[in-house]
C-alpha cells in the first residue's frame, strides 16, 4: 500500500531549528507537500518539493531525497505561533487524483 | 475572493438523521474533495470530484454520498448518521498538482 509516516510529536524551544520527518512507501508520485494546521484550524499549504533538493521559504525549508523515500520539513528561528500540527502530502502518479495525507507531526514550541 | 467556504460550521445530529454539507469555492477548480479528520489523526479522503458531474470514492466512503452539479459546489450528505460519523470534515480544491486549498471545516457531532 501507500503511507507516508511521520513523528508522532516533537517538541523544541524558541529560537531552536527543528527537522520533521516524512518518510513514504509509494511507488510514484508528483511532489512532496507539506502543510501546516493549527488546532482549531483548517490545514494550510506551506512547501512542496516536485524535485529532489531543498526548497527554502523564508524560515521554513524543505527537503527531498526519491532514492531514499525521505522528506523533511525544517523550521528555523522557531517562534511560539510555531506549535501547531504539520502533515506531509503526495499525489501518487497512478492516474487518480487523489492525495494522501502523512500521519502528522505535533510541534510544541517551549518558550 | 472567499476561497474554500462551508456551511455549516457546526451540526449537532442525533443516530440516524441526516444532513447535507455543502462546499463552495470561488477559484474556478477542477477537483475538489472530501475529507474526515478524527481527533489526533490525520485526514482521511471520503470522496473527491475530479470536475462538474463527476464523483469517485476515497478512502472511507462508507455512510455518505456526494453530488457536484455545479463546478463551485460539492456536497456531503449522511443519510444515516452514526456516533462513528462524529468528526470534524473539511473539504479542498485544487487546480493542479501542487497546493489544495482547505475550507474552514465542519465540527460534526452525531449522538
Known amino acids: 500500500g501507500q503511507s507516508l509516516e511521520q513523528p508522532s510529536e516533537v517538541t523544541a524551544v524558541e529560537g531552536a531549528i527543528v527537522q520533521i520527518n516524512c518518510t513514504y512507501q509509494?511507488?510514484?508520485?508528483?511532489?512532496l507537500s507539506w502543510y501546516q494546521q493549527h488546532d482549531g484550524g483548517a490545514p494550510t499549504f506551506l512547501s512542496y518539493?516536485?524535485?529532489?533538493g531543498l526548497e527554502e521559504t523564508g524560515r521554513f525549508s524543505s527537503f527531498l531525497s526519491r532514492s531514499d523515500s525521505y522528506g523533511y520539513l525544517l523550521l528555523q528561528e522557531l517562534q511560539m505561533k510555531d506549535s501547531a500540527s504539520y502533515f506531509c502530502?503526495?499525489?501518487?502518479?497512478?492516474?487518480?487524483?487523489?492525495?494522501?495525507f502523512g500521519t502528522g507531526t505535533r510541534l510544541k514550541v517551549l518558550a | 475572493n472567499a476561497g474554500v467556504t462551508q456551511t455549516p460550521k457546526f451540526r449537532v445530529l442525533k443516530t440516524g438523521q441526516s444532513m447535507t454539507l455543502l462546499c463552495a469555492q470561488d477559484?474556478?477548480?477542477?477537483?475538489m474533495y472530501w475529507y474526515r479528520q478524527d481527533p489526533g489523526m490525520g485526514l482521511r479522503l471520503i470522496h473527491y470530484?475530479?470536475?462538474?458531474?463527476?464523483?469517485a470514492k476515497g478512502e472511507v466512503p462508507d455512510g455518505y454520498n456526494v453530488s457536484r452539479l455545479k463546478k463551485q459546489n460539492f456536497l456531503l450528505g449522511l443519510e444515516s448518521a452514526a456516533p462513528s460519523q462524529t468528526s470534524v470534515y473539511f473539504c479542498?480544491?485544487?487546480?493542479?498538482?501542487?497546493?489544495?486549498?482547505f475550507g474552514p471545516g465542519t465540527r460534526l457531532t452525531v449522538l
Open positions: 518539493n516536485a524535485l529532489d
Open positions: 509509494t511507488s510514484g508520485f508528483y511532489g
Open positions: 479542498a480544491s485544487n487546480e493542479g498538482e501542487v497546493t489544495q486549498y
Open positions: 502530502a503526495v499525489r501518487p502518479s497512478s492516474g487518480t487524483y487523489k492525495y494522501i
Open positions: 470530484s475530479v470536475g462538474e458531474g463527476t464523483t
Open positions: 477559484m474556478n477548480h477542477e477537483y
